[in-house]
C-alpha cells in the first residue's frame, strides 16, 4: 500500500532475483479498512516511493486509480474459510475478504509468475497461498523473512505512528514472542499458559493486547504438542498504534 520501508524494498529485491520483470503494485485498498480505521491517514507518499523503486531498477510500477479497480461498485467478493475470521479477522472483520479480493484483481491484471509477500503478515501470507491454490491460479508464491530494527521492532508503515518513548518500548512485543520461542524450545508445552503469560506481561507493561497464540504453520490452526513447525503470532496496542508480528518456532 506504498510508504515503503526497507521491508517492502527486501520483496523487491528478491522478486528481481527470481524474475527478468518486476512489477510494484501500490495501492491503498479501501476493502481493507473498517469506518473506523485509518483509511484517510494512511500514509501516501507515492513521488517518494517511486524514487526508491527507481533506484532498484524495477520495470513497472502500477499505481491503479479507484475507477480501474472499481470501475463499478464491489458486489462480488471473495468468500474465505473460517481461519480468515481468527486472530486478525476477529479484530478487523472483512479485512482478509477485501486483502483477498484486491490481490485477486492484482493477479487477474499483472498475470504474474511469482508474486513475493513478507511474513510479518503471517496470516495474510497463509490467505492468499489459499487463494492461489483454490482458484488454480499459476502463480508461485514466494516469501521473505520479516525486516526489523537493530532492536528486533518489524518495519511497519504504521511505526511513525508512534512517538519517541513508544519507539523505545515498541520492541517489547518481539522480545514478548521470543521469551515464548525459548520456552517452547526448553520443552514448554504447556500453550494456553505461555499465552497467557505473555498477554499478562504486555498488559503489565501498558500494553493493550488482542491475542497471543503458538499455531501450526501450515494450518494455522491451535498447536498440538506434536506439531513441530509452529508459530507465535499477536497483535497489541502501544499507545493508539497497533502492532503485530509473529515468530516461528521450527523444533527437531
Known amino acids: 500500500m506504498g510508504n515503503l520501508h526497507e521491508g517492502h524494498l527486501a520483496l523487491v529485491e528478491k522478486a528481481k532475483r527470481h ?14 479498512f ?24 524495477v520495470d513497472i510500477v502500477f499505481t491503479p486509480e479507484n475507477k480501474i479497480l472499481f470501475p463499478v461498485e464491489q ?33 487477474n491484471i499483472v498475470q504474474p509468475n511469482i508474486a513475493i509477500f513478507g511474513k510479518k503478515d ?33 518495519l511497519s508503515s504504521r511505526n511513525q505512528y508512534l512517538n519517541a518513548s513508544q519507539q523505545i518500548e515498541a520492541n517489547q512485543l518481539f522480545q ?6 525459548s520456552d517452547l524450545n526448553a520443552g514448554q508445552t504447556n500453550y494456553s499458559r505461555l499465552e497467557k503469560n505473555a498477554f499478562d506481561s504486555l498488559r503489565m507493561k501498558g500494553w493493550s493486547v488482542d491475542y497471543v497464540a503458538i499455531l501450526n504453520q501450515a494450518s494455522l490452526t491451535q498447536a498440538k504438542t506434536e506439531d513441530k513447525e509452529l508459530v507465535v503470532v499477536a497483535a497489541a496496542r502501544i499507545g493508539h498504534t497497533r502492532l503485530i508480528d509473529n515468530i516461528e518456532v521450527n523444533q527437531k
Do not use: M, W
Open 122 to 154: 503471517y496470516q495474510q501470507l497463509h490467505i492468499v497461498r489459499l487463494l492461489v491454490q483454490q482458484f488454480n491460479l499459476p502463480i508461485d508464491i514466494l516469501d521473505v523473512e520479516t525486516v526489523r530494527t537493530s532492536d528486533g521492532l518489524a
Open 75 to 107: 458486489e462480488i467478493l471473495v468468500l474465505l474459510p473460517p481461519i480468515a475470521d481468527q486472530y486478525e479477522g476477529a479484530y478487523r472483520p472483512g479485512f482478509f475478504r477485501g486483502v483477498a479480493t484486491i490481490v485477486l484483481k492484482l493477479f
Open 19 to 32: 524474475a527478468d520483470c518486476v512489477v510494484v503494485s501500490i495501492f491503498v485498498n479501501p476493502l481493507q
Open 34 to 57: 473498517s469506518p473506523n480505521e485509518d483509511f484517510d491517514q494512511y500514509p501516501r507518499t507515492l513521488i517518494a516511493d517511486c524514487e526508491l523503486l527507481k533506484n532498484l531498477n
Open 176 to 181: 514478548t514472542l521470543s521469551t515464548i520461542k
